[in-house]
């Protein structure tokens, strides 16, 4: 009897979860494409797949269209290689007038879309590289797929504390002054004094440990930490180590492997995203991030060096002035605008890997 019973639930069983996947592939063409088609289709590159990521406030946060992170990724689809470059969001761009973080924003502003058109051609330029696919998500989105995800192990390379950390919402509080003594404080030298209820304090020890969406989003976007840790170079370096986190834990639960989980992080995190990669194209993506799960991933470091170590960078921070609209900014150590020592490093780094910058210009 027991024998006959279990035998009924498994045939309704068979049936409910068949009914549902015949459902989901009717609703998702990505569903039925990821389960029944094996090639690859993706506009490359000699063999490599050019990506540009874009990662943005949004929301309430300060400036919510200004890129807070830029990497340019390139992947080696023969070579399970991929480099990341990240680009430091105060570099200057002559053809922007204006830093690199305002492109995409810039594009927004002129038409809607426009962002990842302007973004992408002002970087692909900087390279010289094509970009063949660009994907912006908001710290909104990086938040939720990271606790879909479960969180990530992380391996913390220095311990910091960050003492000007804002938060989220609190960007126009007062903080108890009146309208007239907040026009005063606005150019004061410390803002943290001023408004000290718009910011908190966020640690870090080194060595491994658990995060979650939140605390990955305040380990990468901390700007303002004691030390090395307080500089945009450092803050790139633990975008990067979010990266491979992330690498590791997507391949480790199998989501690739499972199209409803597939489907459920991306609906969960699409309204936070804006792309230029298509439907019809992502479960090509699946494809080839699976073919890569042990891809090899290598930096291509663009700073001004460290001077403790003598390393050379190929950036300077030009004095401020009217050619940069008084900001601080970051140019090529050849000159403004003159990214060819840039450009000669990256493509070294894409086809060579081992490539050294040398102390004196250009590049060799």
């Not at 979010?242 to 499972?258: E, G, H, T, W």
Request: hydrophobic share 40%.
């Amino acid at each position: 009897m027991h024998k006959k019973v279990l035998i009924i639930f498994l045939i309704l069983l068979l049936i409910v979860v068949g009914k549902i996947t015949i459902e989901a592939v009717k609703f998702s063409p990505f569903l039925f494409q990821l389960i029944f088609t094996k090639d690859i289709n993706l506009s490359k590159s000699d063999d490599h797949l050019n990506i540009l990521l874009l990662g943005i406030g949004g929301g309430t946060h300060e400036g919510p269209d200004l890129t807070d992170t830029i990497i340019f990724a390139s992947v080696d689809m023969n070579n399970n290689k991929a480099i990341l470059a990240s680009i430091p969001r105060d570099l200057w761009s002559p053809d922007l007038n204006a830093k690199i973080n305002t492109a995409y924003s810039g594009g927004e502003a002129i038409r809607k879309g426009g962002g990842i058109t302007l973004a992408s051609s002002a970087i692909s330029k900087i390279l010289n590289q094509p970009i063949n696919y660009t994907v912006r998500i908001d710290f909104k989105g990086f938040v939720k797929a990271l606790d879909i995800l479960g969180g990530l192990d992380v391996n913390v390379d220095k311990s910091f504390d960050d003492y000007e950390y804002p938060i989220s919402g609190k960007e126009d509080d007062l903080c108890g002054h009146t309208q007239e003594e907040v026009s005063a404080l606005a150019t004061a030298s410390s803002q943290l004094e001023a408004f000290p209820c718009r910011y908190t304090n966020i640690h870090f020890d080194k060595g491994l440990q658990h995060m979650d969406g939140k605390t990955a989003l305040e380990f990468v976007r901390s700007r303002h930490a004691q030390g090395e840790e307080g500089t945009d170079f450092a803050r790139s370096k633990r975008q990067e180590i979010i990266i491979k986190a992330l690498k590791d834990k997507v391949f480790s639960l199998q989501v690739l492997a499972n199209p409803i989980k597939v489907i459920g992080v991306y609906t969960a995190i699409k309204d936070s995203v804006d792309t230029n990669i298509k439907q019809e194209e992502l479960d090509d993506f699946v494809r080839l991030a699976q073919k890569m799960k042990n891809v090899k991933i290598e930096s291509a470091v663009l700073d001004y060096g460290d001077d403790q170590t003598g390393r050379p960078g190929l950036l300077i921070n030009p004095p401020i002035s009217q050619e940069f609209n008084y900001a601080w900014v970051l140019i090529p150590r050849i000159g403004n605008g003159n990214f060819s020592e840039i450009q000669k490093f990256v493509a070294c780094k894409i086809t060579i890997g081992n490539c050294v910058i040398s102390q004196n210009p250009l590049f060799n």
